[in-house]
Nanobody, 121 residues
Framework: QVQLVESGGGLVQAGGSLRLSCAASGSGFSINYMAWYRQAPGKQRELVATIISGGRRNYADSVKGRFTISRDNVKNTVDLQMNSLKLEDTAVYYC???????????????WGQGTQVTVSS
């Protein structure tokens, strides 16, 4: 049974930094795509950043130049370094990954439980 477990959220002042981490627990699987999403109160969940197994990254325009996504393919983790945080970055952040059990050719999407990031003025 694969689970995504996030950590690292919290309260930070505008202009500050936070680092989110997400670990895929379990064994016997391969991971293709890993990403971070966020959902602010009253808004739809939006994509923040993605990273594929080869390392190519993509970012939402709103976070380009401020956030950096990285992954460790051995530890099956994905991190999100968030710098120069703004009030509008306040949201619940979710880890997302496409994971296939070994020997299975189909990938399934998994979600973490979410971690709150609050940016104060």
């Amino acid at each position: 049974q694969v689970q995504l477990v996030e950590s690292g959220g919290g309260l930070v002042q505008a202009g500050g930094s936070l680092r989110l981490s997400c670990a895929a627990s379990g064994s016997g699987f391969s991971i293709n795509y890993m990403a971070w999403y966020r959902q602010a109160p009253g808004k739809q969940r939006e994509l923040v950043a993605t990273i594929i197994s080869g390392g190519r990254r993509n970012y939402a325009d709103s976070v380009k130049g401020r956030f950096t996504i990285s992954r460790d393919n051995v530890k099956n983790t994905v991190d999100l370094q968030m710098n120069s945080l703004k009030l509008e970055d306040t949201a619940v952040y979710y880890c997302n990954a496409e994971i296939a059990p070994l020997g299975v050719s189909k990938y399934f999407r998994y979600w973490g439980q979410g971690t709150q990031v609050t940016v104060s003025s």
